[in-house]
């Protein structure tokens, strides 16, 4: 849908991402806000936006397995993990740079995906997010008994090298960050829109269906996995390359149940719900931040706990809300603000 008196007159115009000036404008101006952002912004702010953009990157890959392609996977967290410790093994200890440590994480990650990937051509659903549970649980475990990885131990990571500049504060790493998350939201909003996009939602609709079709489903579901663990393992490189040190205790169930939330709250099957899902369990954790010691002193006779609990209890709400009135996220709610604004001033 166009704003009111504009019209497409080709079909590259029909099918482009960004169509009207005041898009290109804004679009060019959110680009110039986000990469001047350290000289203005505090510390604290800018590991902020450290943490959402190598949080972004990981569930732009969980929204393409699950969202678009319908297989639920409780194992992101894990996967991030794979791409972790890859990263400090590959830099720490065999010495590898930066541009090479990188994309190898990210797909020794998706042939780890691939495995864990390959009993979606025989269970689906449930079945299938118990499997992922399972592999979240078996990875941690070989993590965690693996002379290699440290056995449970901490890994450092060297900072990463380019040029001759090193990248070991919070402002040059939101760089390096930050031209990936762009780069792969690119990909990922791209990909949705491509013929392999288009076998994943018919996937995601009725497997069946899409088998009588021609899909290849089998063959598909496994793409899913690979390109949703490889984000996660590039997510991961990130983020051993950012605190400069990887341990298991980064990578819990609990952080996977988080992206999980993430993409719901934010919608299901959009690329704008990653965003708006993450600042949403961002913001949330801030605010949790802030009312937690009003809490604690509020009510002195329920101890410490409440208020530890607060930030688990707060999400679960808001998840359970989200299911109830609005089961298809923030993204659902921006499609209706853009749909009444391009109507303007017209009423239906």
Known sequence: MQPSGIFNVSYGQE???????????????????LFTFPLFGSSYLVYLMNYLGITVIL?????????????????????????????AI?????????????????????????????PS???????????????HFLILWIITHLELTGRGGSLHVPPPTLGGLVFDTQQSMYYIIMVLMVAMTFFAKNLVRTRVGRAF??????????????????????????????????????????YMVVTPEQFTLLHALW????????????????FFGVLFIRLLDEVVLLVSPALG?????????????????????ALILFL???????????????????LHPFSY
């Open 259 to 274: 992206f999980i939330g993430m993409i719901i709250i934010g919608g299901l099957g959009s690329i704008s719900g990653v």
């Open 59 to 87: 569930v732009l890959g969980l929204q393409i397995v699950t969202g678009y392609s319908g297989q639920v996977s409780f194992g992101q967290a894990a996967f991030m993990a794979v791409g972790a410790f890859s990263s």
């Open 121 to 135: 051509l025989r269970i689906k659903g449930f079945y299938l997010a118990l499997a992922t549970l399972a592999a």
């Open 297 to 317: 002193a509020a009510l002195p006779f329920l101890g410490a706990a409440p208020a530890a609990a607060l930030g688990l209890t707060a999400f679960g709400v």
């Open 324 to 342: 109830i009135f609005e089961p298809r996220g923030l993204a659902r709610r921006w499609e209706i603000f853009k749909a009444s604004y391009r």
């Open 90 to 118: 590959l830099s720490a200890k065999l010495g590898l740079p930066f541009l090479v440590v990188m994309p190898l994480a990210g797909l020794i990650t998706g042939a780890v995906g691939l495995i864990a990937g390959a």
């Open 15 to 33: 099918m482009a991402i960004v169509r009207t000036r005041l898009q290109w404008g804004i679009l060019i101006g959110a680009l110039i806000l």
């Open 201 to 242: 939602i018919a996937i995601r609709d009725n497997d069946l269906a899409a088998e009588v079709m021609g899909i290849n489903v089998f063959r598909y579901k496994l793409l899913a996995f690979f390109i949703s663990c490889f984000y996660a393992g590039i997510a991961g490189s990130l983020l051993a390359y950012w």
